[in-house]
């Protein structure tokens, strides 16, 4: 069981809506990223934070943003979905800079927008 | 920047038979590198990592691979493969803290 915890699992939304993708983890870890996945596709990284009130972009233009105000939340928001955004989306934290423990991940949100 | 090149994306096999899953990474510094599966339904997760060391690195459920630096590549392999070891695999690669994932091999394993 992952102790990176995302919600929601599925969300179908219009056009246009603004929305937010929540991430937590309950392990203190200092280091998260987001982070898209389309079927045989690489994951490709679009936002990660070293800790509170660090964000940066990916390698992956986004249209998302992402805040980190407390240790265990990093939230990822789309001010207005568009078709383009449809995709699964997956929080993952990680102990240390150079993932000596590997990478956590969540069970991702996969968003689709109509 | 680096990249990681996962050269088989659907594999398919019977039980018991070898596997060899390729992945070869480009970046000429040090680096960490990384298996990860997703059986279907279910989030990401390590399966082995190699930091240094023993280039040949055992990971779970029968899963080993070996880092060879000459040829940039870090295979993952497994002697005899199970029914339930059906699920995507990640080769992942991480400097400078930014880790860099391949785009997956598709294993499908007939009972």
């Known amino acids: 069981e992952a102790d990176i915890y995302q919600t929601p699992r599925y969300l179908v939304i219009g056009t246009g809506k603004k929305i937010t993708l929540e991430c937590s983890q309950t392990?203190?870890?200092?280091?998260m990223y987001w982070y898209q996945q389309d079927p045989g596709m690489e994951l490709h990284l679009i936002h990660y934070?070293?800790?509170?009130?660090?964000?940066e972009k990916g390698d992956l233009s986004s249209e998302s943003t992402v805040s980190r105000i407390r240790t265990e939340h990093f939230p990822l928001t789309l001010e207005s979905a568009r078709p383009s955004h449809t995709s699964q989306y997956l929080c993952a934290s990680s102990e240390s800079g150079d993932a000596s423990y590997g990478y956590t991940f969540g069970s991702g949100t996969r968003l689709t927008v109509v | 920047a680096q990249s990681v090149s996962q050269h088989n994306h659907h594999v398919i096999l019977s039980e018991a038979a070898s596997l060899e899953l390729g992945c070869n990474y480009s970046?000429?510094?040090?680096?960490?590198l990384f298996w990860y599966v997703q059986y279907p339904g279910q989030h990401l997760q390590l399966l082995l990592k190699y930091f240094s060391g023993d280039p040949l690195v055992k990971g779970i459920k029968g899963f080993e691979a070996e880092f060879i630096k000459s040829k940039f590549s870090f295979n993952l392999r497994k002697p005899s493969v199970q029914w339930s070891d059906t699920a995507e695999y990640f080769c992942a690669v991480t400097s400078s803290y930014i880790p860099t994932f391949g785009r997956g091999t598709s294993l499908i394993v007939h009972p």
């Open positions: 392990m203190g870890h200092d280091k």
């Open positions: 934070s070293y800790g509170v009130n660090s964000t």
């Open positions: 970046y000429g510094g040090t680096v960490n």
